[in-house]
Antibody, heavy 122, light 108 residues
Framework: QVQLVQSGAEVKKPGASVKVSCKASGYTFTSYSISWVRQAPGQGLEWMGWISAYTGKTNYAQMLQGRVTMTTDTSTSTAYMELRSLRSDDTAVYYC???????????????WGQGTLVTVSS | EIVLTQSPGTLSLSPGERATLSCRASQSVSSSYLAWYQQKPGQAPRLLIYGASSRATGIPDRFSGSGSGTDFTLTISRLGPEDFAVYYCQQYGNSMGTFGQGTKVEIK
């Protein structure tokens, strides 16, 4: 069965970086892509960006440009999201989700990871 | 950036009633790239509808989606006790994705 398993919760200080992993299983990793979505406490969902597991091409949300990097390791079927220069308003649950598009984003997220809580606090 | 506005913010209904949720886009959205998700507290979102009107695998037929252009609707024909949750519409276009702010369906 398809599974996306994310790394554990993180606590970071303002200005630091965090890297969240998302290990995929149960399907051919390079036949789909991965999007990242975050949710601040008590708030709605925010799309962060997308990466093709086949080509490595990325699209990032404008508000995160320059602070976020998404990568994949096809040898381990793992996607990564690194966010730099953390601020308190980056405190959120971060989700990875499988996107139907392989080489272009399809915007359909059919499987989701369990979420990773990132807390930014001094 | 395409902004999605969902209404109402909260819908108070009784089990068995019909729920109609609206999602309006700030500019035209391709129906192929419009989806709906359900989220319950402490859980990841679940895909309900894609392509504006196609049900995802395993989704009961009481859920239906419709609409085109800038106006889209999610309808739950008869609310079951498990349907009380927050619902989000989402679109992908111009290399960017956006979500609506959500509609909470609560028990009246």
């Amino acid at each position: 069965q398809v599974q996306l398993v994310q790394s554990g919760a993180e606590v970071k200080k303002p200005g630091a970086s965090v890297k969240v992993s998302c290990k995929a299983s149960g399907y051919t990793f390079t036949s789909y892509s991965i999007s990242w979505v975050r949710q601040a406490p008590g708030q709605g969902l925010e799309w962060m960006g997308w990466i093709s597991a086949y080509t490595g091409k990325t699209n990032y949300a404008q508000m995160l440009q320059g602070r976020v990097t998404m990568t994949t390791d096809t040898s381990t079927s793992t996607a990564y999201m690194e966010l730099r220069s953390l601020r308190s308003d980056d405190t959120a649950v971060y989700y990875c989700a499988r996107d139907w598009g392989a080489t272009a984003a399809r915007g359909v997220f059919d499987y989701w990871g369990q979420g990773t809580l990132v807390t930014v606090s001094s | 950036e395409i902004v999605l506005t969902q209404s109402p913010g909260t819908l108070s209904l009784s089990p068995g009633e019909r729920a109609t949720l609206s999602c309006r886009a700030s500019q035209s959205v391709s129906s192929s790239y419009l989806a709906w998700y359900q989220q319950k507290p402490g859980q990841a979102p679940r895909l309900l509808i894609y392509g504006a009107s196609s049900r995802a695998t395993g989704i009961p037929d009481r859920f239906s989606g419709s609409g085109s252009g800038t106006d889209f609707t999610l309808t739950i024909s008869r609310l079951g006790p498990e349907d009380f949750a927050v619902y989000y519409c989402q679109q992908y276009g111009n290399s960017m994705g956006t979500f609506g702010q959500g509609t909470k369906v609560e028990i009246k």
